[in-house]
């Protein structure tokens, strides 16, 4: 089975910036359309930002469009989230997840792979 691992969550500075990995087990991601979301404290689960099965189309969410970053290295099976000028309302717990489709998704229900988590505080 697949298995996603995330790692590079911490506390940052509000305008700094966090780079999130997700690495893959078992399957390459050029297989899967990868997604991540995040949930902070009393929230809904929230999408963040998606990519295509071919790394070619990338979709985010109006809250961090512009600021974060998407980007898959299937030599290393890992895609990354680069966070910049990151704010307060940033933190929360963030997830990736892989899509058996070549279309990237809102929908987290829509996933059939997904981590653990890694935890993201962004201070005043």
């Known amino acids: 089975q697949v298995q996603l691992t995330e790692s590079g969550g911490g506390l940052v500075q509000a305008g700094g910036s966090l780079r999130l990995s997700c690495a893959a087990s078992?399957?390459?991601?050029?297989?899967?359309?990868m997604g991540w979301f995040r949930q902070a404290p009393g929230k809904e689960r929230e999408f963040v930002a998606a990519?295509?099965?071919?790394?070619?189309?990338?979709d985010y969410a109006d809250s961090v469009k512009g600021r974060f970053t998407f980007s898959r290295d299937n030599t290393k099976n890992t895609v990354y989230l680069q966070m910049n000028s990151l704010k307060p309302e940033d933190t929360a717990v963030y997830t990736c997840a892989g899509r058996r489709s070549w279309y990237a998704s809102r929908n987290y229900g829509e996933y059939d792979y997904w981590g653990q988590g890694t935890q993201v505080t962004v201070s005043s």
């Open positions: 990519v295509s099965m071919s790394g070619t189309m990338h």
């Open positions: 078992g399957r390459t991601f050029s297989s899967y359309a």
